[in-house]
């Protein structure tokens, strides 16, 4: 991996495959805060249910060892419609998960006003998991935010997650250990973490999108993987 670091070394960011963690401890992750690379196929619900499943059992077991006793796993995902049903992606995620060792928290919704894109992309799921074992108190707080699209970078080839709802769901979540975007894209949690004053730490498998969120983050190359 390529690795980037700020000069007080509170955000990281490694250009790779994040099914492969092993430059960051095992235990140190408070919060594992992303939004994976979206099911884009019109395929149908099996092609979801594949790609639910290469979630769940090709990054899951990294998750599960760098992520603390106690710690967040949020996924934010969407949703399709393939012509003739909705294929439930939500559910799909959260099944392949609890197979996998996770128990689904808490649930909200992140609905997109004005939406640019098509019809059936204005929903996003907002899905809390933990660890078997591990079990949340209910809490009556709402997770729900209308809100537009926010303009992404000119040179990002991903949309973001607006601030307001990264804020929201880093605000209910546990409060040590660092917060880790295994799909970082331009870096947009990291900015909101790092402006929390939380320890951030992204991987991105694209070279140029790793340059990217290293630019805007004030992050410097630190060489080759650890």
Known sequence: MIAYESRDGRARLYQGDSRDLHPI??????VILTSPTYWISDEGRAAADRYARSLAVGFGPEWRRVLAPG????????DRHDGREW????GLITGWLRRTGWRLQSKGIWI????????????????RFRK??????????????PL?????????IWDATPDPVLRGLLKVSRKHGAILDPFCGAGTVGRVALGMNREWIGVELDPKMA???????GLQRKGPGQ
């Open 211 to 217: 340059r990217l969120a290293a630019r805007r983050l």
């Open 71 to 78: 710690g967040d796993l949020w996924l934010v995902v969407g």
């Open 148 to 156: 537009p699209l926010p303009r992404t970078h000119p040179e990002s």
């Open 25 to 30: 401890k095992t235990g140190s992750v408070g």
């Open 87 to 90: 294929v439930g992606f939500d």
């Open 132 to 145: 078997a074992g591990h079990r949340l108190r209910p809490s009556p707080a709402g997770l729900f935010w």
């Open 112 to 127: 997109q006003t004005r939406p640019r894109e098509r019809w059936d992309n204005r929903i996003n799921y907002l899905l």
